[in-house]
Nanobody, 116 residues
Framework: QVQVEESGGGLVQPGGSLRLSCAAS????????MGWYRQAPGKERELVAT???????TYAESVKGRFTISGDSAQGTIRLQMNSLKSEDTAVYYC??????????WGQGTQVTVSS
């Protein structure tokens, strides 16, 4: 069974940076999309950024110009570089990897807290 695991969360001051990483363990057949989502307390989970197999990326308006998604669909690894962090970026960040054979799989989440 494929598992997805995130790492790299933590506490950072406003204006600071963090980099999140995510990796899928198990057999990878054909990853279609990889992405990062987040859920703040009392709010629904929302899309942050996605990357398709061909490299096309999409970003939420709130993170454009500050966050960068990158990765390797053949390896099942993705990263999220977060710069100029704001308090409103505080949330649990989740990785999702969607494979054509085993479908979508979520990680357990990693906490990002932006506070002085």
């Amino acid at each position: 069974q494929v598992q997805v695991e995130e790492s790299g969360g933590g506490l950072v001051q406003p204006g600071g940076s963090l980099r999140l990483s995510c990796a899928a363990s198990g057999r990878i057949y054909s990853i279609k999309t990889m992405g990062w989502y987040r859920q703040a307390p009392g709010k629904e989970r929302e899309l942050v950024a996605t990357m398709r197999r061909g490299g096309d990326t999409t970003y939420a308006e709130s993170v454009k110009g500050r966050f960068t998604i990158s990765g390797d669909s053949a390896q099942g690894t993705i990263r999220l570089q977060m710069n100029s962090l704001k308090s409103e970026d505080t949330a649990v960040y989740y990785c999702n990897i969607d494979d054509a054979v085993w479908g979508g799989s979520w990680g357990q989440g990693t906490q990002v807290t932006v506070s002085s």
